[in-house]
Antibody, heavy 124, light 108 residues
Framework: QVQLQQSGPGLVKPSQTLSLTCAIS??????????WNWIRQSPSRGLEWLGR?????????DYAVSVKRRITINADSSRNQASLQLKSVTPEDTAVYYC??????????????WGQGTQVTVSS | EIVLTQSPGTLSLSPGERATLSCRAS???????LAWYQQKPGQAPRLLIY???IRATGIPDRFSGSGSGTDFTLTISSLEPEDFTVYYC?????????FGQGTKLEIK
């Protein structure tokens, strides 16, 4: 059974970069039937998909239009983990951040496994 | 971007009753790309239904999904005490995912 363990700081200063990591066990980050997503949740914005990365002979990423200019999602095969970087954060980026898996062969374009969530607060 | 609107915002029912939750899309969504989640306080969402009507592993059969096009429904046939929480729908279209704003199911 896949497990996603998130790590990263809970407090980020405005204008700085938010960085989170999702360590994967029970699956491979470079499997060709999965994708690794970042999703956030706040009272004002609800559940908001931020982007995904996946491997199909090479690495691909897709991003939400709302954050496209500020976001990078990467994968590290040697560490079996995915990462999120969100630049130039503002208080509006305060949210609980989740990593989540798509498992296309079984559950298609849904998120079948989730990390535990990381509360990130943007404040000076 | 496809906007998902869930109704009602809050649904007040008693254990044993039937719950019907609605999810309406601003544009047609392929049934393949429609999912439902349950979220309890302090927890990540849990996948209930994918492909509009397929129960995820371990989900009780009192949960069912239906619909097509722009109108989708999550039905809970007979409410158990642990079902009173928040539910979200989610869709995928052209490399973008969106979620509905949620329906809170509360005990009457």
């Amino acid at each position: 059974q896949v497990q996603l363990q998130q790590s990263g700081p809970g407090l980020v200063k405005p204008s700085q970069t938010l960085s989170l990591t999702c360590a994967i066990s029970g699956d491979s980050v470079s499997s060709d039937s999965v994708a690794w997503n970042w999703i956030r949740q706040s009272p004002s914005r609800g559940l908001e998909w931020l982007g995904r990365t996946y491997y199909r002979s090479k690495w691909y990423s897709d991003y939400a239009v709302s954050v496209k200019r500020r976001i990078t999602i990467n994968a590290d095969s040697s560490r079996n983990q995915a990462s999120l970087q969100l630049k130039s954060v503002t208080p509006e980026d305060t949210a609980v951040y989740y990593c989540a898996r798509n498992y296309y062969d079984i559950t298609g374009y849904s998120f079948d496994s989730w990390g535990q969530g990381t509360q990130v607060t943007v404040s000076s | 971007e496809i906007v998902l609107t869930q109704s009602p915002g809050t649904l007040s029912l008693s254990p044993g009753e039937r719950a019907t939750l609605s999810c309406r899309a601003s544009h047609s969504v392929s049934s393949t790309y429609l999912a439902w989640y349950q979220q309890k306080p302090g927890q990540a969402p849990r996948l209930l239904i994918y492909g509009a009507s397929i129960r995820a592993t371990g989900i009780p059969d009192r949960f069912s999904g239906s619909g097509s096009g722009t109108d989708f429904t999550l039905t809970i046939s007979s409410l158990e005490p642990e079902d009173f929480t928040v539910y979200y729908c989610q869709q995928y279209d052209r490399s973008q995912y969106t979620f509905g704003q949620g329906t809170k199911l509360e005990i009457k």
